[in-house]
């Protein structure tokens, strides 16, 4: 027995070995670049053996398994949905209680939002991060955490976190010791003394919230000191020139890791990286601490990935992915097309998004993008205005009109919801609002207008249908599935009322999920059609993250082609981005099936109705080009 436990040791210890040596040079290359500092990498490696040492047996097996297919994240099959905790069951043991409901609803990939300990009243949605070991205590503990990542597994489910590296709270450890003038741990964040260089700061950085947090410095009377704040006051950012800063939140990562997480988002990547004279976005350092990360993660933790919320244009993201011999991230957010896609639905003009795919389209195949209609923040109008200009659309003009769209105060528009950030002097506005609001499944329930809501379920499952159309892995924010609407209720609340973010992030309506199996309620609808939409995907082969994917030119500006290639089979999506009925004008030869409806049908040049969407595969034997 003794014999056995020792030659199990020691092949545990030669897995680590080996994927050291795998990365050693680069690692250290890097990390001394950097930092220069022989004590500190050591301390580094130590930590990494030791936390590897603490990963249980069941994640250790789950590495193995994925560094055998270390593209699982890619299959068709995968879908996913993120949630807030609190908002969909209550805690953390609620929503192991749910994983059937998650289940029934094709979900293999949950992310949770923010959970790590947070000061009320200033979390900035959990953003604000007190505590990296510690869950909000209203949501439950580390070791309830671990129960439900198992649990998760059990049942075929990843898990995915938000890690914040950009700063902490003002309520975290290390600043509570820097405002009580710790030197150690006032170097861990940007301090200083009178507002000279912070003012130098400030002729090139950016503003993020320019009308609810104004400027990049929080002045602190107590200590006489400014500290950077480029978010909110209360979120001082992290100093990565300082080595113990980038090992201290490694180990927080490891630590995570370790209590099972598949997926780790890392929030606000491009902002890492501080330097005076620059804008302090994408700098080349920030590449560099994420490639490290990488590889920490596949030395520790290889079946851990990593997510970038990298908020730029596809073709600007791509860096972040790294190389193929020195890749970055694993995956990261498709923001702009999300953006697009809504910017589509206001002007029933496609012309820009047909651009940005055909852009995706053109990149490697191992680069991976996360696509989705709406997540728990605004959408900001980062459109491609250079593009747009030749079409007559200015941007302040056109920024305007799509917040008056989408706020429902154009005449025809049946969408709802809320500004965010509404700047008076550069007239620059953010969108709140969730995807039934925006396709106004609120507007006409409130009228009681039955054609309106029709109407509005179409535009809604056609987004769906066309977001899971595209490459990459598609994720759904909790409620969509069953057309959950805006909840003004967040108005009532001092600690929100001044965050209209909140308009889309309400509490999960299980009463709505009770009618989810009912065809003549709004809810029915939904869910079953995505739940067909969603089988489909996973059956058809065509759906490969190795397809041949371009857009199929119908000659019509308000009807998106997509076509997906495949071992000879062909598939074409058309989606009407208007309300009215359109041509498209595809003069295609050849005999399709429905994919939905399972008809056969000889294609050329259908027309659809407003917001109406199809699927539709060639026969290969049949199928001419």
Not at 71 to 93: Q, R, S, V
Not at 270 to 299: D, F, Q
Request: aromatic share 12%; charged share 25%; net charge negative.
């Amino acid at each position: 027995m003794e014999q056995k436990m020792v030659k199990n040791v020691n092949n545990t210890e030669k897995i680590f070995v080996q994927r050291m040596e795998k990365h050693q040079d680069e690692l250290r290359w890097l990390y001394m670049e950097l930092y220069g500092n022989d004590a500190m990498y050591a301390e580094l490696c130590e930590q990494m053996h030791d936390y590897y040492l603490k990963r249980s047996t069941e994640l250790k097996k789950r590495d193995i398994k994925k560094e055998k297919n270390p593209d699982w994240f890619k299959e068709k099959e995968m879908l996913g949905m993120m949630l807030y905790i609190d908002n969909f069951a209550g805690n953390l043991k609620g929503v192991e209680k749910k994983l059937a409901y998650l289940k029934e609803c094709n979900v293999n990939c949950l992310h949770l939002m923010p959970f790590l300990d947070t000061p009320k009243g200033k979390s900035d949605g959990g953003y604000a991060v007190a505590d990296f070991r510690k869950v909000r205590p209203d949501l439950g503990t580390m070791k309830d955490l671990a129960r439900l990542t198992e649990k998760c597994h059990e049942n075929g489910m990843n898990v995915c976190m938000d890690f914040v590296m950009n700063h902490t709270s003002e309520e975290h450890e290390w600043a509570k010791r820097a405002r009580a003038g710790e030197g150690e741990y006032m170097s861990r964040y940007f301090f200083y003394d009178n507002g000279d260089i912070p003012a130098r700061y400030e002729e090139t950085v950016p503003q993020v919230f320019p009308t609810t947090a104004p400027g990049n410095f929080t002045w602190l009377p107590e200590i006489g000191h400014y500290v950077l704040t480029t978010f909110y006051p209360y979120q001082w950012d992290l100093n990565y020139r300082n080595p113990r800063v980038f090992n201290e939140m490694m180990y927080n990562f490891l630590f995570l890791a370790n209590q099972g997480m598949d997926i780790i988002r890392i929030d606000a990547v491009p902002y890492i990286w501080k330097e005076l004279g620059t804008s302090c976005r994408n700098l080349k350092e920030v590449h560099t601490i994420v490639r490290m990360m990488r590889m920490i993660a596949e030395i520790v933790c290889p079946s851990v990935i990593l997510l970038g919320e990298v908020v730029m244009e596809p073709e600007k993201v791509v860096p972040y992915f790294g190389t193929v011999e020195k890749p970055e991230c694993h995956m990261l957010y498709n923001v702009t097309t999300m953006a697009t896609t809504w910017n589509s639905i206001a002007t029933r003009d496609i012309r820009l998004l047909k651009k940005q795919m055909d852009i995706v389209s053109r990149l490697p195949k191992q680069y991976t993008f996360l696509n989705y209609l709406r997540c728990h923040d605004d959408i900001g109008w980062g459109l491609d205005f250079d593009t747009m200009k030749q079409w007559g659309m200015e941007e302040p003009s056109h920024k305007r009109y799509l917040n008056d769209y989408f706020t429902g105060k154009i005449a025809g528009s049946i969408s709802r919801g809320e500004l965010y950030n509404d700047d008076p002097v550069t007239q620059d506005a953010r969108f709140c609002g969730t995807t039934a609001s925006m396709c106004g499944i609120e507007a006409a329930g409130f009228e009681g207008n039955a054609e309106k809501m029709q109407t509005a379920i179409q535009e809604d499952l056609m987004l769906h249908a066309y977001m899971l159309t595209q490459s990459g892995i598609p994720m759904l924010y909790s409620g969509d599935e069953l057309g959950q609407v805006n909840d003004y209720s967040y108005k009532d609340d001092a600690e929100k009322a001044s965050d209209s973010r909140y308009l889309h992030r309400g509490a999960f309506l299980w009463e709505l999920a009770d009618k989810r199996k009912d065809l003549s309620t709004v809810q029915g609808q939904l869910f079953q059609m995505l739940n067909r939409l969603e089988q489909i995907r996973r059956q058809e082969n065509v759906f490969s993250q190795e397809a041949e994917v371009y857009t199929y030119d119908v000659h019509n500006d308000s009807i998106l082609g997509i076509l997906r290639e495949y071992k000879g089979e062909r598939f074409i999506a058309l989606f009407n981005f208007s309300e009215s009925e359109q041509t498209a004008w595809m003069q295609e030869e050849g005999i399709f099936r429905n994919l939905v409806n399972g008809e056969i049908v000889e294609v050329k040049d259908p027309v659809l109705k407003g917001y109406e969407f199809v699927w539709m595969k060639c026969n290969p034997v049949r199928c001419k080009r």
